[in-house]
């Protein structure tokens, strides 16, 4: 009878330790996915940096400069906004704004082709194959490690 209680006993710690064991695996697993994922989108998210700048023709810390003063604009005229009417207005003029880069860049994409006229230039692109390879690797690499 004591035998098979103590044998009981020891099945039964044997299945709460390696129980416990598997839950603290799986916590640790869990952890570190989380800083996998998190260190792929964030260099994800400085090679989308990286690429405008290139494409910009700018510096990396220009074009993040850039950014935050328009940024900073944004966020001022925001402030000084006195009732719902004057932020909706805001944002209008940023959004209108952003449609106007928009429609231009699309028209300059478009005439890329074309003759020059009254001066163009043909802009070149400025992403380098190696640049856009990177940043596939870098979308894969979060596609699989945030699932």
Same mark, same amino acid.
């Given at each position: 009878?004591?035998?098979?209680?103590?044998?009981?006993?020891?099945?039964?710690?044997?299945?709460?330790?390696?129980?416990?064991?598997?839950?603290?695996?799986?916590?640790?697993?869990?952890?570190?996915?989380?800083?996998?994922?998190?260190?792929?989108?964030?260099?994800?998210?400085?090679? &989308? @940096?990286? +690429?405008?700048?290139?494409?910009?023709?700018?510096?990396? #810390? /220009?074009?993040?400069? =850039? %950014?935050k $003063? !328009?940024?900073?604009?944004?966020?001022?005229?925001?402030?000084?906004a006195?009732?719902?009417? &004057? @932020?909706? +207005?805001?944002i209008d003029?940023?959004?209108?704004?952003? #449609? /106007?880069?928009?429609? =231009? %860049?699309? $028209? !300059?994409?478009?005439?890329?082709?074309?003759?020059?006229?009254?001066?163009?230039?043909?802009? &070149?692109?400025?992403?380098?194959?190696?640049?856009?390879?990177?940043?596939?690797? /870098?979308?894969?690499?979060?596609?699989?490690?945030?699932?």
């Amino acid at each position: 009878m004591k035998v098979q209680l103590l044998g009981v006993a020891a099945t039964i710690i044997v299945i709460g330790t390696t129980v416990y064991g598997l839950n603290n695996w799986k916590a640790q697993q869990s952890q570190r996915q989380e800083a996998v994922c998190a260190l792929a989108r964030q260099h994800l998210k400085d090679l &989308e @940096v990286q +690429a405008r700048a290139l494409a910009a023709g700018l510096s990396v #810390e /220009a074009y993040a400069e =850039a %950014e935050k $003063a !328009e940024a900073g604009k944004l966020v001022s005229a925001l402030d000084t906004a006195k009732n719902e009417a &004057e @932020v909706d +207005a805001v944002i209008d003029q940023h959004s209108a704004a952003i #449609e /106007a880069q928009i429609h =231009a %860049e699309d $028209a !300059e994409v478009k005439s890329r082709g074309e003759q020059k006229f009254l001066g163009q230039e043909r802009k &070149e692109q400025r992403i380098t194959t190696d640049m856009k390879q990177e940043i596939q690797r /870098a979308e894969k690499a979060v596609a699989d490690d945030c699932q």
